[in-house]
């Protein structure tokens, strides 16, 4: 009944029923905020909903009244309906269905605050508002739903509780953020603590303003919009539907969460804490920054994402493969850690960094791809894994720079684990050391060019080389394994120290030793011992005047396979000259070269002299100056020739 026709029918008994107004309700009345005017106001006691005597009026509110809940407790035992609903410091409550045509929740709270919980609703099918900057409260076993539009004001406060919030297919619900950049409010939480309580969007959640929105229990079936500020998915979170998340803006997982729908990102990504898992048919892209920090995030389907960030120790797992425009690896791993290896894949299309002064982990089953720059900082860090390695693969026109460790006499670790498994680093590409210190690399499989521009780089029984190795002055290719093996080439200016001590067989070239630079004459040393296989070649490029490239070995050499000895364009020999291309401690066997191939001298010229610890060509004959001067007019052409030569068989 409205209030108009309460009058018209019983004018005296209001009157004689006005000095039964309660303190209280007038009280409410005078201070309610906003200030509107309402038909019916609860009397502040703890009653049923349906009993006249618990309202101002002595009737019971229904669908085209106003009414006031201002104090005390309103049990709702029946179905009942009320056209607009204020609710400012009491308790709605009771297993009936109420509904509602607007709804203004200042604070208050909806269900029974103790169990055993009595299962109620409340339904809106007009707009609503919160405020804010206040505390609503939705208890356990009772449900609010919107079927409107509603509007959660700016503010510091909550929309807490154990209970159920169901924003319909139909209602948009606009969250206006915290008061400030630097504070935030409360979604389905209760006291800081999650009880279980749940936001079900199956409309449109937007989210706007400043700070940030700690949502617990939210689950998205509709679409969210993350347009300013931070939108946090605490525990429990779900999504199957769509999440948009604007530039400068940022969603961030805090807790378990499972994603099966799709994620526009133009903004930030962030994964905290808890495991989050992405199901084969989630969508994770857009231009936005994608950060794992603590949390464990397991990705089954194909996700293109632009900037991946890994930090805090997180964890991207899973059988899925995720491709990302660049990669600032931190901290964290790669893949599976504790008996828990799924096959993945992650690939990067631009530049990655890697924190040389932390550790970072690549796992059993999962492969790294690095397709563009990559930088490892200088640090005594680690790029390895927790228990038994994956794959590190620098992929053909790629580049790793190695900066090195922090000191000189520091380390740094390339794919060891805890357990010794290792795994593995494919280089395809061009991997370069530079800078201080050591670093040791396991399971390192080069096929590309591997250069040690300084300090050293040290490699175990994993290595293999099939590309080309270049050491440069000064700088220290070490091998860790008893019997290394080349099966590319080596060369360069610097030293390749073997192992040395029992066991140690030294060298195995079953590939091509370039002592020298594409620069000039130099020389390439070996500390220990060399074997050459049938297929082993050594490489001597000569200059005249007694200059050429020369091979020194510590230890003992057993030859066998090719000498190719290239004389440079122009050079120009006197009988009796001397090139010694090689020293070693003795020449096991009294052993030597198989074959011995000349380019751009003839070698009827030259002899070479097999010495107990030296091999040397001398030059026997000279041409005629005839031949001389025909040499020195096509040098200009031949000095291409020998660089394009050398290039090729680097």
């Not at 669908?63 to 709605?92: H, K, P, Q, W, Y």
Request: hydrophobic fraction near 40%; include cysteine; proline fraction near 2%.
């Amino acid at each position: 009944m409205s209030i108009r026709s309460h009058q018209r029918a019983e004018p005296e008994r209001l009157t004689r029923l006005a000095p039964r107004l309660t303190a209280l309700a007038l009280a409410l009345l005078t201070l309610c905020a906003p200030a509107v005017a309402v038909d019916y106001v609860w009397r502040g006691n703890v009653g049923n909903w349906e009993d006249a005597n618990q309202w101002t009026l002595l009737g019971v509110p229904g669908a085209s009244d106003s009414a006031l809940l201002g104090g005390g407790t309103a049990f709702v035992n029946a179905a009942a309906s009320v056209g607009s609903l204020l609710i400012d410091r009491g308790r709605l409550a009771g297993p009936g269905a109420l509904a509602v045509g607007s709804l203004n929740f200042q604070r208050g709270a909806m269900g029974t605050e103790f169990c055993p919980c009595v299962t109620g609703s409340t339904t809106v099918a007009g707009t609503s508002s919160f405020n804010g900057a206040l505390i609503q409260g939705v208890g356990p076993a009772y449900t609010l739903r919107f079927q409107g539009n509603a509007v959660w004001s700016a503010g510091d406060g909550a929309l807490n509780g154990a209970g159920t919030v169901v924003n319909a297919a139909t209602a948009v619900f606009t969250d206006e953020g915290a008061s400030s950049a630097s504070s935030y409010r409360a979604l389905r939480d209760n006291g800081g603590s999650y009880f279980g309580g749940v936001f079900l969007n199956e409309g449109s959640y937007v989210r706007s303003g400043l700070g940030l929105t700690r949502a617990y229990g939210f689950d998205n079936s509709g679409s969210v919009q993350v347009q300013s500020g931070t939108f946090e998915l605490r525990d429990n979170a779900k999504s199957s539907g769509v999440i948009n998340i604007a530039l400068g803006a940022v969603l961030n997982f805090y807790g378990n969460a499972q994603i099966s729908g799709r994620i526009d990102n133009a903004g930030q990504v962030v994964f905290e804490r808890g495991n989050a898992t992405l199901t084969s048919s989630a969508r994770l892209g857009g231009g936005g920054a994608v950060r794992i920090l603590d949390s464990v995030v397991v990705i089954d389907g194909t996700q293109l994402i632009n900037a991946l960030t890994m930090d805090g120790g997180g964890q991207l797992v899973g059988t899925g493969s995720v491709t990302a425009s660049s990669l600032d690896f931190r901290r964290g791993n790669l893949g599976g850690t504790s008996n828990f290896y799924p096959v993945g894949s992650t690939t990067i299309n631009g530049p990655a960094t890697f924190d040389g002064s932390r550790s970072q982990g690549v796992g059993r089953g999962h492969t790294l791809t690095l397709l563009g720059a990559s930088r490892w900082t200088a640090g005594d860090g680690s790029i390895s894994s927790a228990v038994f390695g994956g794959a590190i693969v620098n992929a053909a026109g790629a580049n790793f720079v190695d900066e090195g460790a922090g000191l000189m006499a520091a380390t740094k670790q390339l794919r060891k684990d805890t357990a010794g498994g290792g795994g593995v680093f494919i280089n395809e590409g061009s991997y370069t050391r530079t800078g201080l210190g050591r670093t040791a690399a396991y399971g390192f499989d080069n096929r590309g060019l591997l250069r040690v521009d300084s300090g050293v780089f040290e490699f175990d029984s994993g290595f293999s080389n099939t590309g080309r190795v270049l050491v440069a002055a000064g700088a220290t290719l070490r091998a860790r394994d008893t019997h290394p093996v080349d099966s590319g080439l080596m060369g360069g200016l610097g030293t390749l120290q073997t192992r040395g001590g029992f066991g140690d067989t030294g060298l195995f070239n079953a590939g091509r030793l370039d002592p020298g630079s594409e620069a000039g004459v130099g020389t390439f040393s070996i500390t220990g011992n060399l074997v050459s296989a049938n297929t082993g070649r050594l490489r001597i490029d000569l200059f005249g005047a007694g200059s050429g490239d020369r091979l020194a070995i510590t230890g003992s050499a057993l030859w066998r396979g090719d000498l190719d000895v290239f004389a440079a364009p122009g050079a120009q020999f006197a009988i009796g000259e001397s090139y010694v291309i090689s020293t070693f401690a003795q020449r096991a066997n009294n052993s030597v070269f198989d074959r011995v191939n000349w380019s751009g001298v003839d070698s009827s010229f030259f002899s070479v002299e097999y010495g107990a610890q030296n091999i040397t060509l001398r030059v026997t004959a000279v041409p005629e100056p005839a031949t001389w001067a025909l040499a020195l007019l096509s040098a200009p052409l031949l000095v291409g020739a020998l660089r394009r030569r050398r290039q090729a068989a680097a």
